[in-house]
């Protein structure tokens, strides 16, 4: 099993950053894949962005929504992938959640709230 642990959201003015922290309960270099996904209110869940684990140059995926202002990347060390959020506008307020799919078995964190208000 995995453990998710997020953390780093909050209430963010329009075009501020914000970068949040998804820490595994056991080494990243046991699993498939993290990603981050987000849940707007009054709409579904859906994918922010991916990192395959397992392989070396750790492949990456990217909303088109957000591409060129999000990143996804990992921390071998610390068994943590991070989302750094800039550029960050009203539509990105959601609750994130972080994934992984471990030993053919998804897996999720308990989400944190990313707010982008004036």
């Known amino acids: 099993q995995v453990q998710l642990v997020e953390s780093g959201g909050g209430l963010v003015q329009p075009g501020g950053s914000l970068r949040l922290s998804c820490a595994a309960s056991?080494?990243?270099?046991?699993?498939?894949?993290m990603a981050w996904y987000r849940q707007g209110p009054g709409k579904e869940r859906e994918l922010v962005a991916s990192i395959v684990l397992l392989t070396s140059d750790g492949e990456t995926t990217t909303a088109d929504s957000v591409k060129g202002r999000f990143t996804i990347s990992r921390d071998n060390t610390k068994n943590t992938v991070y989302l750094q959020m800039n550029s960050l506008k009203p539509e990105d307020t959601a609750v994130y959640y972080c994934?992984?799919?471990?030993?053919?078995?998804?897996?999720w964190g308990q989400g944190t709230q990313v707010t982008v208000s004036s």
């Open positions: 056991r080494s990243i270099f046991s699993i498939y894949s």
């Open positions: 994934y992984a799919r471990y030993a053919a078995a998804d897996y």
